[in-house]
């Protein structure tokens, strides 16, 4: 069963602090893996896309990794702003007809000064 | 640039009541798709449409028709509501299909069935 697991659920750090949020998924045929910020009360926004070939992938203070050999992803954020307090949504897109992306439950991220 | 508009934000319903969610980009998108939001689930596909003039279902279509207006704009359609289908209620379209092409979300329409 395609499967995408975020890690943790729930994350404080104070401002100014880095922090780094894990993906792991069992999604095949695998195509690209999406992180997305959601703040409250708002829709879903890109961060990145990654595709099987690139290890590293860079938004800013946001930067992601793959693994495509142990499916595993993370999201490392620099100097963490205020404005950083959000649902980070990890989806994985299989290969198939129609449209297949399977979505992470997130982790919430607060950033307190 | 308003990308995704969704309306209404906000509704509540009284269960067997009926609405209709309107969705639409201007961005000139293929690809369009309805999504529900429950606390500490990820979001799951109800209905999408690839190109205008199709549409298909998808992980949790039961109760919920879609309309694929025209290029623009896609509807949701809650024929008899449940208090099951209290969510919060995302469209989201994309130039490409689903699985290869970035996603742009709308704002969200938070639904409360009674």
């Known amino acids: 069963k395609n499967q995408v697991e975020q890690s943790p659920q729930s994350l404080i750090i104070l401002e100014g602090k880095n922090c780094t949020l894990q993906?792991?998924?069992?999604?095949?045929?695998?195509?690209?893996l999406r992180w997305y910020k959601q703040d409250t009360g708002r829709g879903p926004v890109s961060l990145t896309i990654?595709?099987?070939?690139?290890n590293t992938k860079s938004n800013g203070r946001y930067t992601a990794t793959l693994d495509a050999d142990t499916k595993q992803s993370s999201l490392h954020i620099t100097a963490s702003q205020l404005s950083d307090s959000a649902s980070y949504i990890c989806v994985v897109s299989a290969q198939q007809a129609g449209t297949a992306l399977i979505f992470g439950k997130g982790t919430t991220l607060s950033v307190s000064s | 640039n308003a990308g995704v508009t969704q309306t209404p934000k906000f509704q509540v319903l009284k269960t067997g009541q009926s609405m209709t969610l309107q969705c639409a980009q201007d961005m000139n998108h293929n690809s369009m798709y309805w999504y529900r939001q429950d606390p500490g689930m990820g979001l799951r596909l109800i209905y999408y449409?690839?190109?205008?003039?199709?549409?298909d279902k998808g992980e949790v279509p039961n109760g919920y028709n879609v309309s694929r207006l025209n290029k623009r704009e896609f509807s949701l359609r809650l024929e008899s509501a449940a208090p099951s289908q209290t969510s919060v209620y995302f469209c989201a379209s994309s130039e490409v299909g689903g699985w290869a092409g970035e996603l742009f979300f709308g704002e969200g329409s938070r639904l409360t069935v009674l």
């Open positions: 993906c792991n998924y069992t999604v095949s045929p695998f195509s690209n």
């Open positions: 449409s690839a190109s205008e003039g199709t549409t």
């Open positions: 990654m595709t099987f070939s690139e």
